[in-house]
């Protein structure tokens, strides 16, 4: 069993950028693929980063080029850098595994984007 915990969320204007991080409990991190997946209001949850044990990264075409995924095997972290946010990124973010494993799902960590 995995636990995550999101955090690094909150309220910022068009265009400015956070850094989000996810926090994982156990040993076996470094083995595990992570992905970054948001829920807008209304929507279904998306897939917006993934990067692999390898360290191969691929991004949803709505954030290529604005979002970096990146991970820190050392401290069992995988973290979303956020640049030139648009108020249609303002949703809930969470991270999870990859293929995930919805009991694997933490509280997520809420991100407005508004002026």
């Known amino acids: 069993q995995v636990q995550l915990v999101e955090s690094g969320g909150g309220l910022v204007q068009p265009g400015g950028s956070l850094r989000l991080s996810c926090a994982a409990s156990?040993?076996?991190?470094?083995?595990?693929?992570m992905g970054w997946y948001r829920q807008a209001p209304g929507k279904e949850r998306e897939l917006v980063a993934a990067?692999?044990?390898?360290?191969?990264?691929n991004y949803a075409d709505s954030v290529a080029g604005r979002f970096t995924i990146s991970r820190d095997n050392a401290k069992n972290t995988v973290y979303l850098q956020m640049n030139s946010l648009k108020p249609e990124d303002t949703a809930h973010y969470y991270c999870?595994?990859?293929?995930?494993?919805?009991?694997?799902w933490g509280p997520g960590t809420l991100v407005t984007v508004s002026e």
């Open positions: 156990g040993t076996i991190f470094r083995f595990l693929n």
């Open positions: 999870n595994v990859r293929p995930l494993i919805k009991e694997y």
């Open positions: 990067i692999t044990s390898g360290l191969t990264t």
